[in-house]
């Protein structure tokens, strides 16, 4: 019930009881009303019905206490200029250009201008920079790579379109009598959703890669785009020597960028953890509760079946997806990847040459 509800639900009330007693003052002293209220409720009821108990703000816009026009240009201005500014800080830097406005001041126009936080403030300067095209200067480019790094901090990743980043871990799934410890590698497409999963019996880093070249590479080749850069935590099997570590070199011969998760901070690489997390929810505890399983290839087959479903049938509400399967989304967004890697390519092709 809201408390407006709430607040005609006692009106009626007052009414009611004032009818049941047939003393108005006894009523209003029991509701805690005067007799003045009472009157004025009970007018209102006769006049518009329950609508008319309806509170009414009194509240109106006293439009002669805003500032002046240019004032709240200045102040909106500053906000693009400096988006990393709080309000204090863009009061003391506007006084210093002769103009004069408190900080509240700067926050009740940055709140008229839906500019009062800093990631509005970055969301404007963005949408304003792609619709003028106009260059940043310093300040502006250190605000947005410093939410760029927050964002990353917080497990939010930047990816463009699908193949522009890969997101892979490692994933213990249990111990099968007879058969013994099962590891997971898991890949997911950071646009997309997409995902891939496969068995092994050891974490080493040949498996690793051999998720990649068996299931991810042809699968995205299929499609006549490839994965341009891959996310993993920083474990022996994604990382070591370049020149003698199986997953690092397999990175290498196919061209894809090795970026790795900060250290002590694994939820950057959150979505491939909660790719896990549906696996394990919405699979192995399930399978393994029907089942009884005597081979790793026959776990893996009905592995392959649920990704089928997950992939295809399965809508997401992610970012990107917004309701659609994983793969609905994945063909969606395809024409625009091939443009972009063609895109990568020719430039690189230039500066080849």
């Avoid at 009414?15 to 007018?43: I, P, Q, W």
């Avoid at 901090?153 to 980043?165: C, D, P, S, W």
């Avoid at 974490?203 to 068996?214: G, V």
Wanted: charged share 30%; aromatic share 8%; with cysteine.
């Amino acid at each position: 019930m809201t408390t407006q509800e709430k607040l005609i639900k006692n009106k009626m009330g007052l009414l009611e009881l004032a009818s049941y007693l047939h003393n108005v003052s006894e009523a209003c002293r029991v509701m805690g009303y005067s007799r003045d209220t009472f009157y004025r409720v009970r007018k209102a009821y006769e006049e518009g019905g329950m609508d008319a108990l309806r509170e009414k703000t009194r509240r109106k816009p006293n439009h002669k206490n805003r500032v002046p026009q240019e004032v709240e240009r200045a102040v909106v201005e500053i906000a693009y200029e400096h988006p990393a500014f709080g309000q204090l800080r863009a009061s003391n830097e506007l006084r210093k250009r002769g103009i004069s406005i408190s900080a509240a001041g700067v926050r009740s126009v940055w709140l008229r201008n839906n500019l009062e936080t800093f990631k509005k403030r970055l969301k404007a300067l963005e949408a304003r920079v792609a619709q003028t095209g106009e260059v940043l200067s310093e300040s502006q480019l250190a605000a947005l790579e410093k939410a760029k790094e927050e964002k990353i901090a917080h497990g939010e990743i930047e990816t463009e379109h699908v193949g522009y980043l890969g997101s892979q871990d490692t994933f213990y799934v249990g111990t099968i009598k007879g058969v013994g410890r099962i590891y997971q590698q898991t890949f997911v497409d950071t646009f997309s959703a997409v995902g891939f999963a496969k068995l092994y019996k050891t974490k080493q880093p040949i498996n690793a890669a051999d998720l990649l070249n068996d299931r991810v590479i042809p699968f995205f080749e299929e499609h006549g785009i490839r994965v341009l850069r891959v996310l993993t935590d920083r474990g022996t099997e994604f990382c070591g020597n370049v020149e003698r570590h199986e997953y690092e070199l397999f990175l290498a011969l196919n061209d894809i960028e090795h970026t790795k998760t900060k250290t002590k901070s694994p939820q950057t690489n959150g979505i491939c953890e909660r790719f896990n997390k549906t696996l394990l929810d919405k699979f192995y505890r399930v399978a393994f509760r029907k089942k009884i399983y005597s081979s790793i290839e026959e776990l893996q087959g009905d592995l392959d079946e649920f990704l089928c479903w997950y992939n295809k049938e399965r809508t997401n509400q992610g970012k990107h997806c917004r309701g659609r399967t994983p793969m609905e989304t994945f063909e969606e967004n395809l024409p625009l990847a091939r443009e972009k890697i063609c895109g990568m390519q020719g430039e690189e092709l230039k500066e080849a040459a």
